[in-house]
């Protein structure tokens, strides 16, 4: 794995400009309560480029250096504070461990940065990283012009990483695909259980713990975020996570539930009567939806704009919603004036890798971009029917129906990452009857 790391950074070295360098800085610890801090988690960009995974640490990349082209700063060894918090690679293990050319304490960085800095022309860092490491970049700049008059030269410009380090991690790698796959394959178990574990007067909290326990059960120690289980009328709302309210019989259950697999993320959801049984309504709904689901993956090919896929959602669900009657007028009048969006107010998707919703630009000169092959990508249509809506018939509220799967583009077409989660109406019912 240190290869991908190291072929990584020659990469991303080929596109930066002459004399230039690169600064990456680590996730920052935050605090949970008190003396307590959450797990940590490394930065994506930090882990994508070193797979150094400890904190108070920062990267240099330097391209045209003739030695110490890779450097990283990091905590030193301390037995004491190993003895509490867990052991240190210190500055031998980066060497050895990670690729680094050097490796220096974390203590000594801005006392050297100004010297490692100098007669650079561009530095790039990632301007969207809450790491503050900006503020760090404008004191060693300071710091160099200081010594103009002994010769040393301040870099010209501040540049932006993110652009070009984004659309490196749009396109994934066939080791990156192996673990996007297995993070699938966990979470399609977890939706399983969860579907044959529900029943009328569980709580939301409890089906969530199906997930978390078939999560950390295959290696996965977290979700890939905060996991939405909703019932009833909490089913229309889009990032509800109370997951606190009973799921009652002849109620409806949505689930957007994923786990992370080694900096990978999976992003699932399903919808399932409570009972196991579809009401007329609900399945009336459910069934615009996994069509709207159907035919929106056909977009999904190498050269098709990723504006496709939510255009087709959009049509499906309209045309359905009309003959439902819950929309009024001809399909192209609701969908210039927009008012399917009180149902379906959301995109159909969004890139899926180290982040749940990955980096990368979905449009280019100022025009959606063209799908290409190793984009991974989610399919999540909606309809969403809050009980407050006015001028709906009673029977239709408290309705929330969304399915998502996860998929890769592929040569020719697409590959869903998820095939194997319950979809239609039989599969459903029948995995939570069983």
């Given at each position: 794995m240190k290869n991908n790391f190291s072929e990584r950074r020659l990469k991303l070295s080929d596109k930066v400009l002459e004399d230039s360098a690169i600064?990456?800085?680590?996730?920052?610890?935050?605090?949970?309560?008190?003396?307590?801090?959450?797990?940590?988690?490394?930065?994506?960009n930090f882990y994508y480029l070193s797979g150094y995974e400890e904190p108070d640490s920062l990267l240099l990349i330097r391209p045209n250096s003739d030695k110490?082209?890779?450097?990283?700063?990091?905590?030193?060894?301390?037995?004491?504070?190993?003895?509490?918090?867990?052991?240190?690679?210190?500055?031998?293990?980066?060497?050895?461990?990670?690729?680094?050319?050097?490796?220096?304490?974390?203590?000594?960085?801005?006392?050297?940065?100004?010297?490692?800095?100098?007669?650079?022309?561009?530095?790039?860092?990632s301007m969207s990283a809450p790491c503050g490491v900006d503020i760090k970049i404008s004191h060693w700049m300071e710091d160099i012009r200081k010594n103009t008059r002994a010769g040393a030269e301040p870099p010209n410009n501040l540049l932006s990483l993110?652009?070009?380090?984004?659309?490196?991690?749009?396109?994934?790698?066939?080791?990156?695909?192996?673990?996007?796959?297995?993070?699938a394959d966990i979470t399609t178990e977890a939706h399983i259980r969860a579907m044959q574990a529900v029943t009328p007067g569980m709580y939301e909290y409890q089906l969530e713990a199906e997930y978390l326990y078939a999560f950390n059960k295959n290696g996965a120690r977290s979700p890939a975020y905060n996991s939405i289980v909703g019932g009833g009328n909490n089913s229309c709302i889009l990032h509800y996570v109370e997951n606190n309210d009973e799921l009652k019989d002849g109620d409806l259950v949505l689930v957007d539930?994923?786990?992370?697999?080694?900096?990978?993320?999976?992003?699932?959801?399903?919808?399932?009567?409570v009972n196991g049984k579809f009401s007329p309504e609900q399945k009336e709904i459910y069934s615009i939806v996994l069509?709207?689901?159907?035919?929106?993956?056909?977009?999904?090919?190498?050269?098709?704009?990723?504006?496709?896929?939510?255009?087709?959602?959009?049509?499906?669900i309209v045309e359905g919603l009309l003959d439902l009657g819950l929309l009024k007028g001809t399909k192209?009048?609701?969908?210039?004036?927009?008012?399917?969006?009180?149902?379906?107010?959301?995109?159909?998707?969004?890139?899926?890798?180290?982040?749940?919703?990955?980096?990368?630009?979905?449009?280019?000169?100022?025009?959606?971009?063209k799908l290409e092959k190793g984009m991974v990508m989610t399919v999540e249509p909606g309809i969403y029917i809050l009980d407050s809506l006015e001028?709906?018939?009673?029977?239709?509220?408290?309705?929330?129906?969304?399915?998502?799967?996860?998929?890769?583009?592929?040569?020719?077409?697409?590959?869903?990452?998820?095939?194997?989660?319950?979809?239609?109406?039989?599969?459903?019912?029948?995995?939570?009857q069983g």
């Open positions: 600064i990456v800085a680590s996730a920052l610890v935050k605090a949970r309560i008190s003396d307590t801090d959450y797990a940590y988690r490394q930065d994506s110490e082209k890779f450097i990283i700063f990091c905590r030193d060894r301390d037995p004491l504070r190993e003895q509490w918090d867990g052991f240190r690679t210190g500055q031998e293990g980066a060497v050895q461990q990670y690729g680094a050319d050097n490796a220096y304490s974390i203590n000594s960085l801005d006392q050297m940065m100004p010297d490692l800095l100098g007669g650079v022309k561009n530095i790039y860092f993110d652009s070009i380090l984004h659309e490196m991690r749009l396109i994934k790698e066939d080791h990156e695909m192996n673990l996007m796959k297995k993070a539930a994923g786990c992370e697999y080694q900096y990978y993320a999976s992003d699932v959801t399903r919808t399932f009567p069509e709207a689901h159907r035919q929106s993956m056909e977009q999904a090919k190498p050269g098709n704009k990723w504006n496709l896929m939510h255009e087709k959602s959009v049509e499906v192209e009048q609701v969908i210039e004036k927009g008012d399917y969006s009180k149902f379906y107010m959301h995109r159909i998707g969004h890139w899926l890798g180290m982040d749940v919703h990955d980096v990368g630009g979905y449009k280019q000169d100022g025009d959606w971009r001028d709906v018939d009673d029977k239709w509220k408290g309705i929330g129906v969304r399915i998502e799967d996860d998929i890769v583009i592929t040569d020719s077409g697409f590959e869903v990452l998820t095939p194997d989660v319950p979809r239609t109406i039989e599969e459903v019912e029948h995995t939570v």
